[in-house]
């Protein structure tokens, strides 16, 4: 668990946090373009409107089209085999490509509609589901486990996380080697499209508001989900003698958790439903990201450009599950995540900058 809360709470929402502030003072308080080249006019100046900040904004949107690419795959690869679990469908590339097929079309639909429209409607629909479903869980699962088990993983984090951070002297090198490195890629190819989001909605916020916001609540959320869903298969496991979790296949865990409580049927479709829905909000906003950086910081491009990203992006995901499945998605990501980590390294000092700039009251 700990581990866990360390691929999922404070470290990825630091890096959103970086440049989604970054973002948001250079536009709304400087008045440049919601672009990420923007970020780096304290160290630039003025060549951020020349070949500099074309390469900045070009290794964005590769970044964000591969990560989101990657995050295709995997949902597809999930809900494939929740759809074999529960209804006998084949597993497998075609049924992956099938989905998604489904999913970038139906994300396409929503980008033609609009952030209002598309987007907005179906993350409201996706939210109310996952809290509906995270509520059953610690309803009638483990409830009391589940409470405590929160700040017991909490405290389980702060006290691994020294040992977590540190790659010397490790004993489980495949693991650091092949989940936190590719972790760290992925959220790092991320990392535009989240944080234009955040930048977005964050207008009128202050600087302590906005940190609050973005580490510490979400960061809390995502505990509160792996401790209700991790905490709940370890139970069965460690409690109940339950092993089937534990064997099964990576994508099908979840259904085979849910599996062991009531209305197993009703919750495992609304999961599929989920992975589902998640990546079809997760490809809609983010080729409106990927448009509006190529755009040069313009909110409203032509719908046929937004068509483009929206399709592109699920022209890669099928590429890379028809060329090696998990193994080449994560190798993608971590591809694509390096290059732009050199980037937002070095926007944590134009960020500096800028914000020392800033007026202070007196």
């Known amino acids: 668990m700990s581990a866990t809360i360390y691929h999922w709470a404070l470290h990825p929402w630091a890096i959103y946090a970086v440049l989604a502030l970054g973002l948001a003072i250079f536009s709304f308080n400087k008045g440049l373009p919601l672009t990420m080249r923007s970020v780096f006019y304290p160290l630039l100046g003025e060549r951020v409107w020349g070949w500099p900040g074309h390469v900045i904004d070009i290794l964005a949107v ?17 809900a494939s085999a929740g759809l074999n679990y529960l209804f006998g469908l084949p597993t497998g590339t075609t049924t992956e490509v099938v989905l998604v097929i489904g999913i970038t079309a139906i994300a396409t639909l929503s980008v033609l509609a609009g952030l209002d429209a598309g987007v907005k409607r179906l993350s409201e629909i996706n939210m109310v589901l996952a809290a509906a479903l995270l509520l059953f869980v610690i309803v009638v699962g483990p409830t009391l486990a589940i409470v405590t088990g929160f700040f017991a993983n909490l405290a389980a984090y702060l006290e691994n996380l020294p040992a977590l951070s540190n790659p010397i002297g490790r004993d489980d090198a495949n693991f650091s080697q092949g989940w936190t490195a590719f972790y760290w890629a992925w959220w790092i190819s991320w990392s535009p499209f ?23 609540v979400p960061s809390a959320a995502c505990v509160l989900w792996m401790t209700a869903f991790g905490g709940t298969a370890i139970s069965q496991l460690v409690n109940d003698g339950y092993q089937a979790v534990a064997e099964a296949a990576l994508p099908l865990q979840l259904f085979i958790m849910l599996d062991a409580l009531p209305l197993s049927a009703i919750t495992s479709f609304i999961g599929i439903i989920l992975v589902v829905v998640f990546f079809i909000t997760s490809s809609d906003s983010g080729s409106l990201v ?11 491009s ?15 995901a099928i590429a890379l599950i028809l060329g090696g499945g998990l193994i080449a998605l994560q190798a993608m990501a971590v591809s694509t995540g390096f290059p732009f980590t050199i980037v937002l390294l070095i926007s944590c000092v134009a960020l500096i900058k800028g914000l020392l700039s800033e007026p202070r009251a007196v």
């Open 194 to 216: 989240v944080g234009m989001f955040i930048a977005r909605v964050s207008r009128g916020r202050t600087v302590r508001e906005f940190i609050i916001s973005v580490l510490l």
């Open 62 to 78: 590769v970044a964000t089209l591969f990560g989101l690419a990657t995050s295709l795959g995997l949902g597809a690869s999930q």
């Open 290 to 300: 990927i448009d509006t950086i190529s755009a040069g910081g313009k909110v409203n």
């Open 302 to 316: 032509p719908k046929p450009q937004r068509v483009f990203w929206c399709t592109f992006e699920g022209l890669v």
